[in-house]
């Protein structure tokens, strides 16, 4: 209940942030995406193919992040996503405003942040 | 058990991808390149489940509970994958998105079109960027010298005019300063008229002594042309005294040059001729009446003077009066004048019309370049449309090519209309592309175009690549890409989809195909002999114009121009002292054979002239007097010429100013007075000279000499000795053993040496100088050459083309009849005749068309007739035989068909 409740409210409001502060550094790929989400939220939040790749697509459209399908030797080719210029102000100023809510939030209901 | 990596297994998940994506009905590229990605997502998934200890089922079940427990994937990628940009410019499916949208999808295919055929679009292009760069260089040139308009206050309503005389040879006729002012008080179509002269000057006091061109000018010029001055002001009244030379305003280009752009420059003297005269003003950049005239002075009119007919005019109609309402307000004016002052005309009569031509002013300064200007932008637009059409039937057998393509289109879906649209922008970006090189094309070719000496093209500083010009290198470049395009993509909108299917791949072209590529190869042919008539008839021309004999000979000879200013010399004793020094001088330079001196040398401008009767061949009253050339000239003037003595001498030394005065004629004056007699010994007179002095004994008999250019019709002309008539500005001849350019340095020192504040100018050899006076000719006729060798070379390639189309079309109709007995012979016949008839309906209907054309060509004519059938018949061979040429490759082509093969293919 809890685990369906955080997870809807989550990905609607943040879903972007965690995905462009996740290519921030290195470029990855949409399974290794899902891997990192649901193991740093300890379980907390999950993507899957139908929420996680509309999701990147989207972002790609607005030209936040940038995919490139990559060939390895003996692997099948896979597509890796790094974020662009335009994405990395974009982060920037989602980073700002989460926390300018968190810390709102916070002041309001006396819940202190970790 | 499957093994949870073996590849079977992502096949298994493409597939249950691929399911979930049907309903969005994706581009096979882009569906396959999201198959690829999300499958191999569960496949990952699918392997972590199974490597944590799940069974293949089990780890199935979850893999796809995932996948489907979001909601339905399609309706999650709907709005997001179909403008992902990585899908192909897939022709033929429905037109999805802006109208921008299909036409970059139709850009970037026709893009790919043209690098899949390399070796036609480079065909295309280059034809293009030559033709639409031959045009635009050409317009450029009509855009500068006869478009652009002058830089004066409504220059249309201004114009130059002058008296004409053909009974006496004498195109212009310049006004005496009586008639001049009787005209500016009584005219009125004119706001106000100003008179001018063109002296020259030497201008000391600055350096060395230069020789600057000079315009005495009435008190009204400056305000006729509307155009104040830059700094200091024009002249005012009371300044028109005569010969003052007190004040004066300079050029732009002289106060530069001279000067520095001295701003402190008003209030400077400088002499002019050796006598001071003040810098009052200095007028814009812009501002060049006369020509390139430097220094400006006030000019006196007297309205008693009727003995120097000399004044040039400009005037500025009143708005709304045209250059025929003007003419006839002016010669009205001129008549009721010279019937009321029958004292100084005394030939006038009621019935009786001055003949006078007002000229825009534009057209005047375009002078004789307007012609050949015309003639060559409407050459390189026959040109353009020959090359058009080629570029059609280039693209029509293409499309033939390409019926099949269009057809699958079309089954595709692909509306006629789009496959069009599509076939018209591949066209627009092969004139586009062609264009832009043109363009470049156009810059080089202005560059070298300036180089050409000064005076050539007048005006040549405003022609330059201007807005006007890019508006009409692209309205040609659309106008193109209509005209090759059209009949493509009209035909390609029409696609008969089970014909182009079954048999598209074969080639043939189609019956309305063919009927268009024919009419564009009559069409072709019209045009190239319109276009090889014309330049025959000029090169023709030029020929001529070679071969004559101009009088002298041109090799090794040096010519260069002296003034004695007056009034430091202001006798006709000082000024023969000072010339004698000089010539003396001269001769003694190593490398000089013959030195001699003229008023007046070959090649160079102005043309003095006497009414001149002969001694018992008076003309009766009322009839006209025939205007002869006068020139005086010093005794090894002929020799320096290289102009040889028919009969009698030339003049000695002994022929002095207190000696019999003598004179020598050419043979056309001899001729025109004693046609069947001896002119040697008979007597000569200036018209109106009753003085017992006036009668010169012909003492010698010289050819002709053309004096004003090679083409002209050479008029009547005395040499009279200059020790008997003498001028204070003359030219010096020198004729050389060697470079006689190299001599320029010995004869400035001789000269300085005798009078170091005269200089030397105008030098040139009189080899440059009959080569620039042909030069406009030349670059008209190289230019049109040019022109017609491009257009008979694409109509050849036009006409093999269609041929060889239609004989590819043809082969298996070939291959029957050789199997059914037909004889290679009869084969070749069959494929001439065809291209025969079109060459020759072409050539019949561009025989039409030249005859029509030719009479625009007749002022450039020269001793060729407008109709010169020798012209034309070549044209016409030379045109059929390109023909027959360019039809017998194609024509052996069929007779080799081996009927075993192509009847199986």
């Excluded at chain 2, 006004?175 to 000391?204: C, D, H, I, W, Y």
């Excluded at chain 2, 280039?394 to 599509?422: D, F, H, K, W, Y």
């Excluded at chain 2, 330049?535 to 070679?546: E, H, M």
């Excluded at chain 2, 230019?783 to 079309?809: D, E, P, Q, R």
Aim: hydrophobic residues 45%.
């Amino acid at each position: 209940m809890v685990q369906a409740m955080l997870d809807r409210e989550l990905k609607k409001g943040s879903a972007e942030l965690l995905i462009l502060s996740l290519v921030e550094h290195e470029p990855r790929h949409g399974y290794e995406l899902s891997k990192l989400i649901d193991s740093r939220s300890n379980g907390a939040i999950r993507f899957h193919v139908a929420s996680l790749y509309p999701l990147l697509y989207r972002l790609e459209k607005r030209g936040w992040i940038e995919g490139r399908w990559v060939e390895k030797a003996g692997q099948r080719r896979r597509r890796y996503y790094r974020l662009t210029g335009e994405g990395r102000r974009v982060l920037a100023a989602q980073r700002r405003n989460w926390r300018q809510f968190v810390e709102a939030i916070a002041r309001i209901t006396g819940v202190q942040h970790a | 058990m499957r093994d949870a990596t073996s590849d079977a297994g992502s096949q298994d998940w493409r597939a249950e991808i691929a399911e979930r994506l049907t309903s969005l009905r994706l581009a096979p590229a882009e569906e396959a390149d999201l198959a690829d990605e999300l499958s191999q997502h569960l496949e990952d998934r699918f392997r972590e489940l199974r490597i944590r200890g799940m069974s293949d089922m089990e780890a199935r079940r979850v893999v796809l509970e995932e996948l489907d427990g979001e909601g339905s994937l399609a309706s999650k990628l709907r709005d997001v994958v179909r403008r992902r940009g990585t899908a192909p410019a897939a022709l033929g499916t429905v037109a999805r998105g802006s109208l921008l949208g299909q036409l970059r999808q139709d850009a970037r295919y026709a893009m790919r079109t043209m690098q899949r055929s390399p070796g036609f679009t480079a065909v295309v292009v280059l034809t293009l960027a030559l033709g639409i760069g031959a045009a635009t260089t050409i317009f450029s040139v009509v855009n500068g010298v006869l478009l652009t308009p002058l830089p004066y206050r409504d220059p249309q309503q201004l114009v130059v005019f002058y008296g004409t005389s053909p009974e006496k040879q004498l195109p212009e006729v310049s006004f005496p300063a009586g008639l001049f002012v009787a005209v500016r008080e009584k005219s009125r179509a004119f706001t106000n008229m100003a008179a001018f002269e063109q002296p020259g000057f030497t201008m000391t006091g600055t350096g060395d002594p230069v020789r600057v061109d000079a315009a005495t000018v009435s008190l009204d010029f400056f305000r006729v042309f509307g155009m104040a001055p830059l700094m200091g002001r024009t002249f005012v009244a009371g300044e028109d005294r005569p010969d003052n030379t007190s004040v004066s305003v300079i050029s732009y280009g002289l106060w530069q040059r001279t000067f520095g752009g001295d701003p402190k420059i008003l209030g400077r003297v400088i002499k002019l001729n050796g006598n001071p005269s003040t810098i009052v003003g200095v007028m814009p950049r812009e501002f060049a009446m006369p020509n390139r005239t430097d220094v400006w002075l006030p000019m006196s009119l007297d309205p008693a003077v009727f003995n120097c007919w000399c004044l040039d005019m400009v005037g500025r109609m009143k708005p709304g009066i045209t250059p025929d309402q003007a003419t006839r307000d002016l010669i009205a004016t001129v008549d009721a004048f010279a019937l009321s002052r029958r004292d100084v005309f005394p030939e006038s009569k009621p019935d009786d019309h001055a003949k006078i031509i007002v000229m825009p002013l534009v057209k005047r300064i375009a002078g004789d370049i307007r012609t050949p200007l015309l003639v060559l932008i409407v050459a390189v637009g026959v040109v353009l449309l020959i090359a058009c059409a080629n570029i059609a039937n280039l693209l029509l057998a293409r499309a033939s090519v390409r019926n099949r393509e269009m057809a699958v289109r079309c089954c595709l879906g692909a509306s006629p209309r789009r496959i069009a649209t599509q076939l018209l922008t591949e066209s627009a970006m092969l004139a586009g592309t062609g264009a832009a090189l043109g363009l470049a094309f156009a810059a080089v070719a202005l560059r070298l175009l300036r180089r050409l000496p000064e005076g050539q093209i007048p005006r040549i500083d405003h022609v330059r690549v201007d807005p006007i010009v890019i508006l009409f290198a692209v309205g040609v470049t659309v106008a193109c890409a209509l005209l090759f395009g059209l009949a493509p993509a009209l035909r390609a909108a029409r696609v008969d989809l089970q014909t182009n299917l079954k048999d598209g791949a074969r080639g043939s072209s189609s019956g309305g195909a063919r009927r268009v590529s024919n009419a564009f190869v009559v069409v072709q042919f019209a045009l190239s002999l319109v276009l090889l008539a014309g330049s025959g008839l000029l090169l023709k021309s030029f020929q001529r114009l070679l071969s004559l004999d101009p009088g002298f000979r041109a090799d090794n000879v040096l010519v260069a121009r002296l003034q004695t200013p007056y009034p430091r010399y202001d006798s006709a004793q000082m000024v023969r002292s000072f010339y004698d020094r000089v010539l003396e001088r001269v001769a003694a330079i190593p490398g000089v054979r013959a030195v001699g001196l003229t008023q007046r040398a070959p090649f160079t401008r102005g043309n003095p002239q006497e009414n001149v009767i002969a001694e018992g061949k008076e003309p009766k009253p009322g009839e006209p007097v025939v205007v002869s050339n006068v020139r005086n000239i010093t005794p090894g003037f002929f020799d320096a010429m290289g102009t040889p003595i028919l009969k009698g001498r030339s003049f000695r030394a002994s022929d002095g100013p207190e000696a019999p005065r003598v004179a020598i004629v050419d043979e056309r004056f001899a001729r025109h007075y004693w046609p069947n007699g001896e002119a040697l010994g008979k007597r000569i007179g200036p018209q109106g000279d009753t003085s017992a002095a006036r009668w010169r004994t012909i003492v010698g008999i010289v050819p002709n000499v053309r004096h004003a250019s090679l083409g002209e019709d050479p008029s009547l002309q005395i040499y009279e000795p200059f020790a008997q008539q003498t001028t204070w500005t003359n030219y010096v001849i020198v004729r050389s053993t060697r470079e006689p350019r190299s001599l320029v340095s010995a004869i400035r020192a001789q000269v300085a040496a005798v009078d170091p504040e005269i200089p030397l100018y105008e030098v040139r050899t009189m080899e440059e100088a009959v080569s620039r006076s042909l030069l406009t000719r030349r670059l008209t006729n190289g230019l049109l050459t040019a022109f017609a060798t491009a257009a008979f070379l694409l109509a050849a390639l036009g006409i093999y083309g269609v041929i060889s189309i239609g004989v590819a079309g043809r082969m298996r109709e070939f291959g029957v009849r050789i199997a059914l007995g037909a004889k290679p012979g009869n084969v070749l016949q069959l494929v001439l005749q065809e291209g025969v008839w079109l060459a020759g309906a072409g050539i019949a209907v561009g025989l039409l068309g030249a005859i029509w054309v030719v009479r625009f060509l007749r002022s450039l004519l020269f001793g060729v007739s407008a109709f010169d059938v020798p012209t034309f018949v070549a044209a016409t061979v030379v045109l059929a035989l390109v023909a027959i040429v360019a039809c017998l490759i194609p024509a052996r082509r069929a007779t080799r068909v081996a009927p075993a093969v192509v009847l199986r293919e």
